[in-house]
């Protein structure tokens, strides 16, 4: 299939395309965007700034791509935003560039982020991302892989979300949510693992049975922090990836971690 371009969008001198890229009308690409193979961008779509998508990413009516970042500390220059390849973007989503010239909000592959969404300046999205409508990610957010937002959630500046989470609906994110939890609430506390959305990933019985411990030590055996850490540091499940993961995380949390209930 060979370029497509509706003859009422609008394209900047200097935007570079790949091969069968299709682009609907009143769409609008800046001059310093670069679009991979493949993507496709609905009519209304908008990709500016110093953008960089991968390949066959879809851009429904009302993006926003790559606009000026919210944070005030903007002096000037030209912060950019990168993102991978089959990515999705349903209608009103926003992803703002990084705030200091030469620094780049990133994003890997494979994420859907539906209607209205946020991605704020200086975040660092993982792969497989799941984003509910109307969630927002604050500045200098960091999610990992396999993650799913639910309706609604807001996620708190410099907060980090752990592979596999999933934070419930409506949820208030205020503090780190470590790996393979749901979270849920306002503020959100740590409810349980998520078993079956690591089920449906196909762990095994024996890397949610590791999971399984590493969650209850931290959170359901009444102990402190340091107290947690040193039971998990020699537990006998802890040199397995799952078990390690989990404490990796928690005992790394700059921000601090969210609480059980």
Partial sequence: MAQTIHPTAIIEDGAQFGADVAIG????VGAKVVLGNGCVLHHHANVEGRTRLGQNCELFPFTCIGTKTHDLKYVGG?????IGDRNVFREYVSVHGATKADEDTKMGD???LLAYAHV???????????MSAQSALAGHVVVDDNVNIGWGTGV???CRVGSHAMLGGMSKIVQDVPPYV???????????????GLERFGLTVEQLDAIKHAFRI???????RIQAFERMHGHQLAGTPEFQAFLNFVTRSERGVIAGR
């Fill in 182 to 196: 749901i979270a849920d609430g306002n503020p959100a506390i740590a409810r349980s693992i998520n078993k079956v």
């Fill in 156 to 158: 708190h500046q410099f």
């Fill in 120 to 130: 704020a300046h200086d975040c660092i999205i993982g792969n497989n991302l799941v």
């Fill in 78 to 82: 030209e912060p950019g935003l990168v």
């Fill in 218 to 224: 931290f959170y359901r055996a009444g102990l402190n």
């Fill in 25 to 28: 009308a009143y769409a609008y």
């Fill in 110 to 112: 494979d994420n859907v």
